[in-house]
Antibody, heavy 124, light 108 residues
Framework: EVQLVESGGGLVQPGRSLRLSCAASGFTFDDYAMHWVRQAPGKGLEWVSGISWNSGSTGYADSVKGRFTISRDNAKNSLYLQMNSLRAEDTAFYYC?????????????????WGRGTLVTVSS | SYVLTQPPSVSVAPGKTARITCGGNNIGSKSVHWYQQKPGQAPVLVIYYDSDRPSGIPERFSGSNSGNTATLTISRVEAGDEADYYCQVWDSTSDHWVFGGGTKLTVL
């Protein structure tokens, strides 16, 4: 079955760190770029970060640049998001999404598969 | 950065046609993608490249894009179409993927 399954969410204090994981199955993982998209409770979608098929290129939203790091392990069919210096405004569902092509950038790279998400709550 | 503007809500009676707009500066020069998100579920791609439908998406879903407005059109609306809909573009200036604020479609 073609799917993405996120894990690693939870309650964390402001200023602390958290690492999210996304396990991919049912498709050739290293043929595609991958992305993280978040959604604050009751709010809209926000692209967080993307990584190319071979980790050669990454991109970040301005709101997380310098604090979050995206990575992938093609041997394990897994995507990661290391989140440091977390803030209350980072509270959201975090979705893993598959890009349509190998690279992060370009209109051809829309997101054709999404996971169910994992909730990150940043609060003291 | 590039801004996409969607109406917060659209209401339509069953069997009628719903039109959800996505406004942006010269958006007609970009490729627009649309996602459907039902409550408690992950988003699903319903339209890509302005007007193409992924396999499994009903023909009732269509899209257009010109000038400063892209439009998602849902014909013969059904109760099961009730969801939030988001438009998306790649903004080469900011080097970011951008989503619209989302539109809640209510089937009366």
């Amino acid at each position: 079955e073609v799917q993405l399954v996120e894990s690693g969410g939870g309650l964390v204090q402001p200023g602390r760190s958290l690492r999210l994981s996304c396990a991919a199955s049912g498709f050739t993982f290293d043929d595609y770029a991958m992305h993280w998209v978040r959604q604050a409770p009751g709010k809209g979608l926000e692209w967080v970060s993307g990584i190319s098929w071979n980790s050669g290129s990454t991109g970040y939203a301005d709101s997380v640049k310098g604090r979050f790091t995206i990575s992938r392990d093609n041997a394990k069919n897994s995507l990661y998001l290391q989140m440091n210096s977390l803030r209350a405004e980072d509270t959201a569902f975090y979705y893993c999404a598959k890009g349509r092509i190998t690279v992060v950038r370009g209109a051809q790279g829309y997101f054709d598969l999404w996971g169910r998400g994992t909730l990150v709550t940043v609060s003291s | 950065s590039y801004v996409l503007t969607q109406p917060p809500s659209v209401s339509v009676a069953p069997g009628k046609t719903a039109r959800i707009t996505c406004g942006g500066n010269n958006i007609g020069s970009k490729s627009v993608h649309w996602y459907q998100q039902k409550p408690g579920q992950a988003p699903v791609l319903v339209i890509y490249y302005d007007s193409d439908r992924p396999s499994g998406i009903p023909e009732r879903f269509s899209g257009s894009n010109s000038g400063n407005t892209a439009t998602l059109t849902i014909s013969r609306v059904e109760a099961g179409d009730e969801a939030d809909y988001y438009c998306q573009v790649w903004d080469s200036t900011s080097d970011h993927w951008v989503f619209g604020g989302g539109t809640k479609l209510t089937v009366l």
